[in-house]
Protein backbone atom coordinates (compact mmCIF):
# COMPACT_ATOMS: atom_id res chain seq x y z
CA UNK A 1 0.00 0.00 0.00
CA UNK A 2 0.55 3.30 -0.21
CA UNK A 3 1.14 4.55 3.31
CA UNK A 4 1.54 3.47 6.70
CA UNK A 5 -1.08 0.57 7.94
CA UNK A 6 -1.68 -0.56 11.44
CA UNK A 7 -3.46 -3.45 13.26
CA UNK A 8 -5.88 -4.12 14.29
CA UNK A 9 -7.67 -0.71 14.31
CA UNK A 10 -9.39 -1.24 17.21
CA UNK A 11 -8.52 -3.56 20.67
CA UNK A 12 -10.06 -4.35 23.73
CA UNK A 13 -8.23 -6.13 26.44
CA UNK A 14 -9.09 -7.09 30.09
CA UNK A 15 -6.90 -5.71 32.58
CA UNK A 16 -3.81 -8.15 33.00
CA UNK A 17 -3.89 -9.14 28.99
CA UNK A 18 -1.08 -9.18 26.99
CA UNK A 19 -1.63 -7.29 23.65
CA UNK A 20 0.37 -6.90 20.36
CA UNK A 21 -0.01 -4.07 17.63
CA UNK A 22 1.43 -4.09 14.22
CA UNK A 23 3.31 -1.37 12.50
CA UNK A 24 3.48 -1.67 8.44
CA UNK A 25 5.55 1.34 7.55
CA UNK A 26 5.73 2.70 3.93
CA UNK A 27 8.46 -0.13 1.70
CA UNK A 28 12.12 1.59 2.27
CA UNK A 29 11.52 3.89 5.10
CA UNK A 30 14.53 3.36 7.66
CA UNK A 31 13.13 5.09 10.23
CA UNK A 32 9.94 3.62 12.52
CA UNK A 33 8.46 5.89 15.40
CA UNK A 34 5.38 4.92 17.53
CA UNK A 35 3.74 7.40 19.25
CA UNK A 36 1.07 7.01 22.31
CA UNK A 37 -1.77 9.44 22.46
CA UNK A 38 -4.69 9.64 25.16
CA UNK A 39 -7.65 11.14 24.49
CA UNK A 40 -8.22 15.08 23.95
CA UNK A 41 -4.07 14.87 23.85
CA UNK A 42 -1.02 15.20 21.06
CA UNK A 43 0.75 12.19 20.53
CA UNK A 44 3.45 11.34 22.43
CA UNK A 45 6.93 9.38 22.05
CA UNK A 46 7.07 6.36 22.83
CA UNK A 47 10.44 4.94 20.71
CA UNK A 48 12.19 5.29 17.60
CA UNK A 49 13.82 2.38 15.46
CA UNK A 50 16.58 3.04 12.59
CA UNK A 51 15.93 0.16 10.02
CA UNK A 52 16.20 -2.99 12.76
CA UNK A 53 17.86 -1.21 15.51
CA UNK A 54 15.82 0.19 18.54
CA UNK A 55 17.91 3.51 19.05
CA UNK A 56 15.68 5.17 21.35
CA UNK A 57 13.42 4.22 24.22
CA UNK A 58 13.06 6.67 26.52
CA UNK A 59 9.55 6.89 25.90
CA UNK A 60 8.64 3.86 27.18
CA UNK A 61 6.06 4.22 30.24
CA UNK A 62 7.33 1.04 31.82
CA UNK A 63 9.00 -2.38 31.21
CA UNK A 64 5.60 -3.38 30.56
CA UNK A 65 6.08 -2.08 26.86
CA UNK A 66 8.62 -3.57 24.46
CA UNK A 67 8.80 -2.94 20.74
CA UNK A 68 10.47 -4.56 18.20
CA UNK A 69 11.51 -4.19 14.32
CA UNK A 70 13.36 -7.93 13.70
CA UNK A 71 13.67 -7.18 10.01
CA UNK A 72 13.53 -3.66 10.32
CA UNK A 73 10.49 -3.28 8.08
CA UNK A 74 7.65 -3.91 10.03
CA UNK A 75 7.40 -3.07 13.96
CA UNK A 76 5.10 -4.77 16.90
CA UNK A 77 4.49 -2.86 19.86
CA UNK A 78 3.68 -5.87 23.01
CA UNK A 79 2.37 -4.04 26.25
CA UNK A 80 2.13 -6.62 28.86
CA UNK A 81 0.11 -7.20 31.87
CA UNK A 82 -1.89 -4.34 30.23
CA UNK A 83 -3.88 -1.66 32.99
CA UNK A 84 -6.52 0.95 32.14
CA UNK A 85 -4.01 3.64 32.02
CA UNK A 86 -2.77 1.90 28.76
CA UNK A 87 -5.86 3.29 27.11
CA UNK A 88 -4.88 5.36 24.07
CA UNK A 89 -4.49 5.84 20.18
CA UNK A 90 -1.06 4.06 19.18
CA UNK A 91 0.05 5.41 16.33
CA UNK A 92 2.94 4.60 13.89
CA UNK A 93 5.14 6.99 11.63
CA UNK A 94 7.36 6.29 9.35
CA UNK A 95 10.03 8.03 7.95
CA UNK A 96 12.61 7.67 4.39
CA UNK A 97 14.99 9.22 6.05
CA UNK A 98 17.08 9.03 9.66
CA UNK A 99 15.45 11.02 12.86
CA UNK A 100 16.78 13.96 13.09
CA UNK A 101 18.01 14.52 9.52
CA UNK A 102 16.91 17.66 7.55
CA UNK A 103 15.04 15.06 4.90
CA UNK A 104 12.70 13.33 7.74
CA UNK A 105 9.21 13.69 7.04
CA UNK A 106 7.15 11.39 9.29
CA UNK A 107 4.36 9.91 7.47
CA UNK A 108 1.76 8.73 10.22
CA UNK A 109 -0.82 5.56 10.14
CA UNK A 110 -4.31 5.46 11.26
CA UNK A 111 -3.59 4.54 14.80
CA UNK A 112 -4.97 1.25 17.31
CA UNK A 113 -7.37 2.56 19.49
CA UNK A 114 -6.84 0.23 22.63
CA UNK A 115 -9.27 -0.14 25.19
CA UNK A 116 -8.32 -1.92 28.43
CA UNK A 117 -11.31 -2.70 30.50
CA UNK B 1 4.93 14.27 29.01
CA UNK B 2 5.88 17.34 27.65
CA UNK B 3 3.37 18.74 25.31
CA UNK B 4 3.62 22.54 23.85
CA UNK B 5 0.92 24.74 24.80
CA UNK B 6 -1.19 25.24 22.05
CA UNK B 7 -4.46 27.61 21.72
CA UNK B 8 -7.02 28.25 21.51
CA UNK B 9 -7.88 24.86 22.51
CA UNK B 10 -10.80 24.97 20.63
CA UNK B 11 -12.88 27.48 17.65
CA UNK B 12 -16.01 27.23 16.23
CA UNK B 13 -16.10 29.61 13.02
CA UNK B 14 -18.76 30.54 10.09
CA UNK B 15 -17.42 28.85 6.68
CA UNK B 16 -15.35 32.27 4.87
CA UNK B 17 -13.64 33.19 8.12
CA UNK B 18 -10.50 33.55 8.48
CA UNK B 19 -8.74 31.49 11.65
CA UNK B 20 -5.24 31.69 13.49
CA UNK B 21 -4.38 29.78 16.18
CA UNK B 22 -0.44 29.24 18.05
CA UNK B 23 1.73 27.58 19.81
CA UNK B 24 4.62 28.82 22.65
CA UNK B 25 6.96 26.63 24.22
CA UNK B 26 9.73 27.07 26.68
CA UNK B 27 12.13 25.93 24.69
CA UNK B 28 13.96 26.27 21.43
CA UNK B 29 13.34 24.10 18.61
CA UNK B 30 15.09 23.99 15.28
CA UNK B 31 11.90 22.95 13.55
CA UNK B 32 8.51 23.69 13.49
CA UNK B 33 5.69 21.47 11.84
CA UNK B 34 1.74 22.18 11.69
CA UNK B 35 -0.45 19.01 11.24
CA UNK B 36 -4.03 18.00 10.49
CA UNK B 37 -5.89 14.75 12.32
CA UNK B 38 -9.38 13.83 11.65
CA UNK B 39 -11.59 11.49 13.69
CA UNK B 40 -10.10 8.34 13.46
CA UNK B 41 -6.88 8.87 11.44
CA UNK B 42 -3.28 9.76 11.94
CA UNK B 43 -2.20 13.24 11.85
CA UNK B 44 -1.33 14.66 8.77
CA UNK B 45 1.94 16.61 7.69
CA UNK B 46 0.12 20.43 6.79
CA UNK B 47 3.31 22.72 6.68
CA UNK B 48 6.96 22.40 7.95
CA UNK B 49 9.22 25.15 9.01
CA UNK B 50 12.64 24.97 9.06
CA UNK B 51 14.56 28.64 9.90
CA UNK B 52 13.64 31.21 12.71
CA UNK B 53 11.42 34.18 11.06
CA UNK B 54 10.11 31.69 7.91
CA UNK B 55 6.99 32.40 6.61
CA UNK B 56 5.65 29.51 4.24
CA UNK B 57 2.18 29.31 2.94
CA UNK B 58 0.60 25.86 1.45
CA UNK B 59 -2.98 26.76 -0.16
CA UNK B 60 -4.86 29.02 2.22
CA UNK B 61 -2.56 27.78 5.05
CA UNK B 62 0.51 29.89 5.97
CA UNK B 63 2.52 29.46 8.38
CA UNK B 64 5.25 30.98 10.59
CA UNK B 65 8.48 30.02 12.64
CA UNK B 66 8.87 32.58 15.33
CA UNK B 67 11.72 34.45 15.52
CA UNK B 68 12.89 33.66 19.15
CA UNK B 69 12.75 29.88 17.73
CA UNK B 70 9.79 29.35 21.16
CA UNK B 71 6.69 30.04 19.05
CA UNK B 72 4.49 29.31 16.06
CA UNK B 73 1.12 30.08 14.41
CA UNK B 74 -0.92 28.97 11.58
CA UNK B 75 -3.58 30.72 9.58
CA UNK B 76 -6.28 29.58 7.72
CA UNK B 77 -7.63 31.85 5.58
CA UNK B 78 -11.35 31.37 4.09
CA UNK B 79 -12.55 28.34 6.09
CA UNK B 80 -14.25 26.32 4.64
CA UNK B 81 -16.30 22.76 5.47
CA UNK B 82 -13.40 20.16 5.34
CA UNK B 83 -10.76 22.18 7.86
CA UNK B 84 -12.56 20.58 10.61
CA UNK B 85 -10.25 18.86 13.09
CA UNK B 86 -7.74 18.74 15.48
CA UNK B 87 -4.95 20.82 14.31
CA UNK B 88 -1.21 20.00 16.23
CA UNK B 89 1.78 21.93 16.31
CA UNK B 90 5.03 19.95 16.65
CA UNK B 91 8.63 21.11 17.54
CA UNK B 92 11.61 19.18 17.19
CA UNK B 93 15.29 20.03 18.18
CA UNK B 94 17.45 17.45 16.71
CA UNK B 95 15.81 14.26 17.91
CA UNK B 96 12.40 13.48 18.85
CA UNK B 97 8.93 15.59 17.77
CA UNK B 98 7.34 17.18 20.78
CA UNK B 99 3.54 17.59 20.02
CA UNK B 100 1.42 20.69 21.38
CA UNK B 101 -1.75 19.77 22.91
CA UNK B 102 -4.18 20.50 19.63
CA UNK B 103 -6.86 23.30 18.89
CA UNK B 104 -10.27 21.68 17.31
CA UNK B 105 -11.27 23.26 14.79
CA UNK B 106 -15.30 23.48 13.91
CA UNK B 107 -16.87 25.16 10.76
CA UNK B 108 -20.26 25.98 10.20
CA UNK B 109 -22.12 26.55 6.86
Known amino acids: GAGVSQSPRYKVAKRGQDVALRCDPI?????LFWYQQALGQGPEFLTY????????KSGLPSDRFFAERPEGSVSTLKIQRTQQEDSAVYLC???????????????FGPGTRLLVL | GQQLNQSPQSMFIQEGEDVSMNCTSS?????WLWYKQDPGEGPVLLIA?????ELTSNGRLTAQFGITRKDSFLNISASIPSDVGIYFC?????????FGTGTRLQVFP
Open chain 1, 93 to 107: ASSLAPRGSSQETQY
Open chain 1, 27 to 31: SGHVS
Open chain 1, 49 to 56: FQNEAQLD
Open chain 2, 27 to 31: SIFNT
Open chain 2, 49 to 53: LYKAG
Open chain 2, 90 to 98: AGRRTDKLI
